[in-house]
Every structure is written in structure tokens, then in C-alpha cells.
């Protein structure tokens, strides 16, 4: 009987006790709080033309308010140019076009009535190669964007504070008067992201911003991604898919002038569900 | 338009190697808790024995699939279904090792059980043997032919072999009462059957990854999620 009470303690299914300690699964950690909020930018039936080449095809997307959204695709797919269709730049190649609804804030950016340079304030962009303007010092290539759009105040503390913010002041804040070229590639960097801030754009354009950067130059970059997307909407486009998982919180996928697949930046690079997508993250085109 | 394979041969390379080590390893198991419980079934000691070193096998191919998946998510930061499948094979490689050592499990019992008389012909110990070999082959099946269909199939009949291993561990607790002498025996006897009982709930692991791999949704502990009442069975 002895053997029978001892071993009857065991009976009992023996299913693993730590599913007893298992959480609910937590949300998802990419998800913006602003999901809820209206979309800052909403691009709905957007084509883009190169003369008579149709390079965007009747794009739809919605980009929530502080917020990263990474644009992914091979060479030609369309993303640079859907990048700079949002400020108008793609507007100023001779022979282009764009049509379609791109609304920031409800307000369609391709109306007639809107003045391009007033949108391209709010609309700001840095490129792939820092262009810092080569004979103006530190402190006037951040207070340019200033001068040229005519806003006053206190340019010194509006200089002062873009430079926290793109992660530089400290690194400048001894030499401000020198000339920008003396700064490094990475620095260069930081600065034409504080004279895009300097004039307090709402959405932040970054196309290939890290790609002529050294590895910690671009995880600077990143890091102040990072910071600055409790201020601004971000459209980062890249080559290089690890920065865009890193960085953003969705990511849309562009392949020969279509957006292919948009969604949270997680499930693109776990479980995409267009083929194309997959094929295209884990590797296996051309 | 696009290939079915990596534009990176060598990469495709790595990740079948890395499928056909882990088939192997398999296989090694599958062998290895048949032959255990041959071993008891016909008192064949040095079947046994050869059970216990064959492990050491089983051992070696887990580090070296181990050292294969951390060399692919270090220099491929693999992303999608490579990713679920890279993860996968380091989940999966962990409940083909502790299988290989419930085998071993299994294995000593056999020698134990042959130093003394038969207790008496137990037809359960094989199938509950049959049934737990067949979830661990239908799980590598599954794994092989990215079928999500066969690997529920394992989730759902580890509910049988855990019914045959409740009769089995009832019937030997009434046989042990009746007769205090086959104690150890019966002891032992389940004790493999214990050890069965849980190589099919590896199996059932081993299943419900390839799901995770093929659909990319954990189904894992569906009644620890806060939805479901309190489970029958959570394995």
C-alpha cells in the first residue's frame, strides 16, 4: 500500500508547471501609441510619372502621427521617388508628374493652391550624402533654412536647440563659427538633420541618410531617429533592411513602381504575407 | 518573377545543411527509443547498451546544430520564414536531445528489467512505443514537407498516448498491489512508459514549431492566454 501512496502523489498529469506562469502575450512593442490617432500623412491612389515612364502606381498609405515608417524595395521600385513626391521634390525633375491625394493633416499637399516651398517647411527632407552648405560655418548652415524662409526670433537658441536634438551641441558647441566641412561625415549628418529641424518641419523625409556613414556614425543616426520620433513623423527610405527594422515601426514594401505590402515593421520581417515581400527580405529575387 | 531559392548560394546551402542535420538527428532519436524498447520487449541487454552509447551522437549533433543557427542569425540576419525557420531548428534541436536521453532512460530500464524474470507480457509498453516513434516521425515529416495539416495531426493524438499511458500506469499499479514481488519490476516498467509518455510530448513541441515555422502563429498553450477556461490538456 505504501507504493501505492507514494506513487499516486505523481499521478497527476504532469504538464509543465510554467505554463501556469505564462503571461498573456504583451502587445505588440512596435505599435505606436498614436495608432488611434487621424493619420499625419495619407497618400490615397498616388502615380508618379517620369515622362512618359510610369514609375508609382496608384500607391495607398496611411503614416500615424510620431511614427517611423521605413520605405524597402530594389533599385527602381519607386521609393525614392514616393519619397520625394511628399514634399514635391519629384515635381522639380523636368518631365515628372505626380497625381493622385496626399493629404498631411487632411490638407491635399498636390493641390494647386499650395505653395511648394511653404510645404516643404513642413515637409523636411535629408539626403543620402550630408550637404551641409560648404562656406557657411556650423551655427549659419543650421539658422539657413531660417534666413531663407524669413523666420525670426532668437536664432542662437533656435541653433542651440535643433543641435540637442540631432545629438550634435555637444560635439560643436565649442566651435560653432568653423566652417561645416570640418566636421566629420557623420557629423555633416547630424547637422543637415538640425537645419531640417531648424525650421520645425511636422514630417521628417530621410532618403539613404546613413548610407555614406561608418557603422557608428549610423547608429547615432538611428538613436536619434529614435529621439525624434516623439516630435516628428518619420519616412526613412533604405537599402539596407536591418536599419529598416531597426528604425521604424512600419515598413512598406515597394517592387517595380507597386506598393507591394505595408505594415507593422515586426510582421514584415517575421511573417510578411505577400510572397514578394518574403522573397524580397529573406533574399531570394534577381 | 522571383526564384525559389536564395540569390546567395551559399546561404541556400547553409540552410539545407542545416535541414538535413537536423533530419538526421531525428532519425538518430527514432532509432534509438525503438531500439530501447526492443530491448525491453525481448531482454536484450546489449541492445540496450548500444541505446545508451549511440546518445553520445545524438549529443554531438545538437551542439553542432546549436553552432550552426547562431553562425546563420550572426552573419545572414535571417528575416521571414528564414527567420522561423532558423528559430525553429534551435527549439526543436533542444526536444530532440531530451528525447535522445529518454531514450537512454528507457534503455537502463531495459537492462534493469532483464536481470530478473518476465513480470508478464505488457502489449501496452509497444504501443504506446509504436505511438510515440510515430508522432516524433509524423513530427519531422511535418517539418520536412512544411505541412501544417500533419503537425496538428501529432498535437492532437498526443491525446491518445497520454489515455494509453493512464491505463498502463492503472494497470500496473493494480498489478503491483496484488503481488508486492513485481514491485521494481512494475516500477520500472512504468517508469518507461513514463518516458514515453513524455518523447510524445516532445513530439507534440517539435509539431506545433513546424506550425510556427510554416504560419508563423504560436500555437503553443492556447488555455494560457487569458481566453480560454482553465485546460484539460495544455501540453
Not at chain 1, 505564462?22 to 493619420?39: D, G, M, N, W, Y
Not at chain 1, 537599402?239 to 515598413?251: G, Y
Not at chain 2, 528525447?99 to 528507457?106: E, I, Q, R, T
Amino acid at each position: 500500500m505504501n507504493a501505492f501512496q507514494e506513487t499516486t502523489v505523481v499521478i497527476p498529469p504532469s504538464r509543465r508547471m510554467l505554463d501556469l506562469q505564462a503571461k498573456p502575450v504583451a502587445p505588440a512593442l512596435r505599435t505606436p501609441a498614436s495608432a488611434q490617432e487621424p493619420p499625419k500623412l495619407q497618400v490615397e491612389k498616388l502615380d508618379a510619372w517620369y515622362g512618359k515612364t510610369h514609375a508609382l502606381h496608384g500607391v495607398n498609405l496611411v503614416v500615424p502621427p510620431r511614427s517611423v515608417m521605413a520605405a524597402i524595395g530594389p533599385s527602381g521600385c519607386g521609393k525614392s521617388t514616393f519619397l520625394r513626391c511628399l514634399n514635391r521634390m519629384h515635381e522639380l525633375i523636368p518631365g515628372a508628374r505626380a497625381e493622385g491625394t496626399l493629404l498631411l493633416d487632411g490638407q491635399n499637399l498636390l493641390g494647386r493652391d499650395v505653395d511648394p516651398v511653404s510645404l516643404r517647411r513642413r515637409v523636411g527632407m535629408v539626403f543620402q550624402r550630408p550637404n551641409p552648405f560648404p562656406t557657411l560655418s556650423i551655427r549659419d548652415n543650421v539658422a539657413a533654412g531660417l534666413k531663407l524662409n524669413g523666420i525670426g526670433g532668437n536664432h542662437d537658441e533656435i541653433v542651440e536647440r535643433t543641435l540637442r536634438q540631432s545629438a550634435l551641441w555637444d560635439e560643436v558647441k565649442d566651435r560653432l563659427a568653423a566652417s561645416a566641412l570640418s566636421l566629420s561625415g557623420g557629423q555633416q549628418q547630424r547637422l543637415c538633420i538640425a537645419r531640417a529641424l531648424a525650421v520645425e518641419p511636422e514630417v521628417l523625409l530621410m532618403d539613404e541618410p546613413a548610407s555614406a556613414l561608418d557603422p557608428i556614425a549610423t547608429a547615432k543616426i538611428e538613436d536619434l531617429i529614435h529621439e525624434l520620433k516623439s516630435r516628428y513623423t518619420i519616412l526613412i527610405v533604405t537599402h539596407n533592411m536591418q536599419q529598416a527594422a531597426r528604425v521604424s515601426d512600419q515598413t512598406a514594401f515597394f517592387y517595380m513602381g507597386d506598393l507591394i505590402e505595408v505594415g507593422p515593421t515586426e510582421k514584415i520581417f517575421t511573417n510578411p504575407s505577400e510572397k514578394r515581400t518574403e522573397d524580397y527580405v529573406t533574399g531570394k529575387f534577381g | 518573377m522571383a526564384p525559389e531559392t536564395h540569390t546567395d548560394k551559399v546561404y541556400e546551402a547553409e540552410l539545407a545543411r542545416l535541414r538535413e542535420r537536423l533530419l538526421e538527428m531525428g532519425g538518430l532519436v527514432e532509432a534509438a527509443i525503438a531500439a530501447a524498447v526492443r530491448a525491453i520487449m525481448e531482454r536484450d541487454t546489449p541492445l540496450a547498451e548500444k541505446v545508451i552509447s549511440s546518445d553520445r551522437e545524438v549529443n554531438r549533433a545538437e551542439v553542432e546544430i546549436d553552432d550552426m543557427c547562431r553562425r546563420l542569425l550572426a552573419l545572414r540576419q535571417p528575416a521571414a520564414s528564414d527567420l522561423r525557420f532558423i528559430t525553429t531548428a534551435l527549439k526543436i534541436v533542444t526536444d530532440l536531445e531530451r528525447m535522445g536521453d529518454l531514450a537512454v532512460n528507457v534503455a537502463e530500464r531495459a537492462i534493469d528489467l532483464t536481470q530478473s524474470a518476465p513480470l508478464r507480457p505488457f502489449h501496452d509498453l509497444t504501443e504506446l512505443a509504436d505511438l510515440s516513434a510515430s508522432q516524433l516521425g509524423k513530427a519531422l515529416d511535418a517539418f520536412v514537407e512544411r505541412n501544417v495539416e500533419k503537425a496538428e495531426e501529432v498535437i492532437h493524438g498526443d491525446d491518445l498516448l497520454d489515455a494509453i499511458y493512464h491505463r498502463l500506469f492503472g494497470d500496473l499499479l493494480t498489478y503491483m498491489m496484488e503481488d508486492s514481488r513485481v514491485v521494481r519490476r512494475g516500477t520500472n516498467t512504468m517508469f518507461a512508459a513514463k518516458q514515453l509518455e513524455r518523447f510524445g510530448d516532445h513530439a507534440t513541441n517539435v509539431a506545433e514549431m513546424v506550425v510556427y515555422m510554416v504560419r508563423g502563429t504560436d500555437v503553443r498553450h492556447p488555455h494560457s492566454r487569458g481566453a480560454d477556461p482553465a485546460p484539460v490538456h495544455d501540453a
